[in-house]
């Protein structure tokens, strides 16, 4: 780093420092995305605009998400993106403050804090949703929506409008949009195989979160499933605890974990798929017409986010094959391979079908809705 460039960083420094001191985190944070903390005056800028719109709204709105924001160039989780929308589509009567990078929680713990009311939006992924609303986790049926497409189908059916929606609000949420970022890959740890059919995952170690579905997965298609905590995933792949995980691309690369990589395979099986949950007694108690803002919000930063996959996805494998890592695609005879041996159809599926529909009858009713091409479209790996 030169001379000028070290002036440059130490000015952006100051500035977000200044910015976070007098309480605005939410400018520092605009500041830093748009590139502007070198310069005084676009800081002042945007300190000041931001002071504006919160000064004028009706509402704060305190959205709180596990990513930071330069995130949705490799995992399109698009923060700023519903920030602005909202402001904008509710005439600016919401001002929506940003808690990024986990400074409120992650996971579990977001969803927790929207249930309670602690704060009024959050993003987490449907996995960790289902503790508090059990029905979604309908989505980690193996094959059910693993595809970018049947997953984008089912949520904006008018089915799961009809069956699940309201199951979700029972809970004390309102879902308002659902994020597709890619489905789960199977990624090998270096030194090992690539893994291209269930016979190759004999003997593999395979990491899995706490979810009892996505470990009877694994261990239906030959893999050991080995249940490590998110936090110590890293660790436990370098060292050989587990020697597979299954994240989609974009969180492999968000989290660091392409240069302890030597192979990604696209399985398709469960969708990696995100929520953005918001506290359903404060939605309620919100003007008719602010309400419709965000929930028109919601809707125009999905289709962004549908716009954005392939570009998230295109960036993060870029960097992960830059690090060594091979990608490989399967055939229709290979992912059949693997949905004959694991998939949703199986009879072992049967029981988590209708304690979470409700009833076959339903399942069948959201199968439908899976398979059926909705108003939209979104890319596939």
Not at 156 to 182: C, H, N, R
Not at 272 to 282: A, K, P, R, T
Not at 347 to 367: I, N, Q, R, V
Request: charged residues 20%; aromatic residues 8%; contains cysteine.
């Amino acid at each position: 780093m030169d001379k000028s460039e070290q002036q440059l960083a130490s000015v952006g420094r100051r500035n977000f420092l200044k910015l976070t001191a007098s309480g605005g985190f939410t400018a520092a944070m605009m500041a830093g995305a748009a590139g502007v903390l070198w310069s005084d005056q676009a800081v002042a800028q945007t300190a000041a605009e931001e002071r504006d719109r919160e000064a004028a709204a009706d509402h704060v709105m305190t959205l709180a998400t596990a990513y930071v924001l330069g995130a949705t160039r490799s995992y399109p989780i698009m923060q700023l993106d519903l920030k602005e929308n909202i402001q904008n589509m509710t005439n600016g009567k919401v001002y929506v403050k940003l808690a990024p990078g986990g400074q409120l929680g992650a996971g579990g713990a977001l969803a927790q804090a929207v249930q309670g009311g602690t704060i009024q939006c959050a993003q987490h992924s449907l996995s960790n949703f289902a503790p508090f609303a059990p029905v979604v986790d309908l989505i980690n049926l193996p094959y059910f929506c693993g595809s970018n497409q049947r997953f984008t189908n089912l949520t904006s059916s008018d089915t799961w409008k009809a069956e699940v929606d309201p199951k979700i609000g029972a809970s004390g949420f309102k879902a308002l949009m659902y994020i597709v970022i890619d489905p789960r890959v199977v990624a090998v740890r270096q030194g090992g195989d690539a893994i291209l059919t269930p016979g190759d995952m004999s003997g593999v170690k395979f990491r899995v979160p706490g979810s009892k579905m996505l470990q009877q997965y694994y261990g239906m298609v030959g893999a050991n499933p080995t249940p490590v905590a998110w936090g110590e995933t890293p660790s436990a792949i370098r060292q050989g605890v587990a020697d597979a995980l299954d994240p989609s691309v974009g969180a492999l690369h968000v989290f660091g974990f392409g240069e302890i990589l030597s192979h990604v395979t696209f399985t398709q099986a469960v969708p990696d798929s995100q929520v953005y949950s918001i506290n359903l007694e404060w939605f309620e108690g919100l003007p008719v017409d602010v309400r419709e803002g965000i929930e028109f919000a919601g809707e125009v930063t999905q289709q962004q986010n549908l716009a954005k996959v392939p570009s998230s996805r295109s960036y993060a494998m870029s960097q992960l094959i830059a690090n060594g890592v091979e990608f490989h695609s399967l055939s229709d005879d290979q992912l059949a391979e693997w949905q004959d041996a694991g998939g949703y159809q199986n009879s072992e599926w049967d029981d988590f079908k209708t304690d979470l529909a409700g009833s076959m009858e339903t399942f069948a009713k959201l199968e439908e809705a899976a398979g059926t091409l909705g108003r939209y479209y979104v890319h596939d790996a």
